[in-house]
């Protein structure tokens, strides 16, 4: 089998020739940027530029040889964009010391990515199109007006939302000028910002290069857009409160949602294999909110989404959505979702063999691989390996099942640990595959 032919195969619920791999596929399924060099060289493999595609969360763009390395069959949209392979960064003095950018004008500088610097000290490439500033000990990150939306203090791994532009008030015929004031919708992953015209084009060059399944992210989140516009309790008391109200919101987020999918699909529709919607429903203990609730403003909203999509192109719909969710399970199905990942294994009612027996006819689980709270940070290798052959003996009979660890590999695994998750996976010597 190709690479795509045994991700759809399985997502088809038929037993592929192994279990498919899916290592940065999406970017819930990648590398912290910081462990992301120390596995290159663990591997034996050259060094590389470190390109932070995702900035928020600090993730990497894994390269092809470590996609070949592992045998992972799935490869991101944003892949195929932002290509530029630019030589060593050698930064500043000072931006060593500051922990960022070169500057404006640095020979460093390539068309697609600017030079920067992780917050251990590892030179990298940010997209150029991200809108970066030193401000009182910290990174921050502006909007087009120039407003602070997120920002990263030093001695932080990450960058969290500082903004929310409806906690104060909203204004329900502004939504998208909010969605801009936003960090998590404003802030853009490779393809970047790109006309229709130029997303289609480099959709196409990605899919004739390879045989791995592509994925697109969309997202078209409902329940998180109201968190990250109202911010969480605001929202959530929205809900509760002023339910009318709060229908007006999500039927107006739809309308967006509807047509940004038309313009999406028909620039990539024929492309893609997959489609990426989001929405986090869980937390550790549970759902955030009741089926009842679930039903009432978001189930009839998702199948109408997921639907659309699957008429408008031949793709499967793939829901992120972490935490415990296990009593919003049928509804998903019911609202026409094939795959549910990240599937959070140490939540509440997530053990993986009561998952596969009661909803494995009907639902995809793509992830779920191996812990990624416990077992990858703080296991050893052969614990790893021990736990990961153990999830895929239970969650790979009778298809419905693609490996991914349960979230992205953060800047604290070690390396071999990483290795031995992949390798007990292919549970073989490497043998070199083609993919062209």
């Known amino acids: ?93 000072q931006s060593l010391a500051s922990g960022g950018i070169s500057g404006a004008g640095s020979p460093q500088l390539v068309r697609g990515w600017s030079p920067w610097t ?99 992210l969309f997202g078209g989140n409902l329940f998180e857009i109201g968190q990250f516009l109202y911010r969480n309790d605001v929202f959530m008391m929205l809900l509760a409160g002023e339910p009318q109200h709060a229908h007006r919101f999500l039927d107006k987020l739809v309308e967006i949602h509807l047509a940004n999918l038309e313009r999406f699909l028909e620039a990539v529709g024929e492309y893609i294999d997959i489609i990426l919607f989001g929405d986090d429903l869980g937390m550790q203990t549970g759902p955030m909110i009741s089926p009842q609730m679930y039903c009432k403003f978001f189930r009839p909203r998702h199948k109408l989404l997921w639907n659309r999509a699957k008429e408008l192109a031949d793709v499967k719909v793939m829901l992120h959505c972490c935490g415990g969710v296990r009593e919003l399970i049928p509804d998903l199905i019911e609202a026409g979702v094939d795959a549910i990942n990240p599937v959070q294994i140490s939540c509440s009612g997530m053990d993986a063999a009561e998952l596969k027996a009661e909803f494995g006819k009907d639902l995809t689980f793509w992830g779920g691989g191996c812990d990624t709270r416990d077992v990858l ?49 292919n549970d073989a010597p490497y043998v070199v595959e083609k993919h062209t």
């Open 1 to 93: 089998m190709t690479s795509r032919e045994r991700v759809l195969a399985a997502l088809n619920h038929r037993e592929p020739d192994r279990v498919p791999i899916d290592f940065s596929g999406h970017r819930s399924s990648g590398i912290a940027a910081i462990a992301y060099p120390r596995l290159r060289k663990y591997l034996g493999l050259p060094p590389r530029p470190i390109r932070v595609y995702d900035v928020i969360q600090q993730l990497a763009i894994v390269d092809e040889d470590v996609l070949d390395r592992f045998h992972v069959d799935t490869i991101e949209l944003g892949r195929g964009f932002a290509l530029d392979d630019p030589a060593p960064i050698v930064p500043s003095e």
């Open 118 to 216: 992780l917050p251990d000290g590892t030179p990298c490439l940010l997209p150029s199109w991200t809108r970066f500033e030193r401000e009182d000990g910290r990174w921050v990150i502006r909007s087009k007006t120039g407003r602070v939306l997120g920002h990263k203090p030093d001695g932080t791994l990450y960058f969290e939302q500082s903004y929310f532009p409806f906690a104060e008030g909203d204004d329900l015929q502004a939504i998208s000028v909010a969605l801009e004031e936003c960090m998590w919708t404003a802030v853009a992953s490779p393809p970047g910002p790109i006309d229709n015209e130029a997303l289609s084009e480099g959709a196409k060059r990605l899919r004739e290069k390879t045989d791995r399944a592509i994925i697109g």
């Open 377 to 425: 940070p703080n296991g050893t290798p052969k614990q790893v390996a021990e736990h990961v052959k153990k999830q895929v003996e239970i969650l790979s009979p009778g298809g419905g099942f693609v490996f991914q660890q349960v979230h992205n590999i953060l800047a604290n695994v070690g390396a071999e640990n990483i290795a031995a998750m992949f390798d007990a996976v």
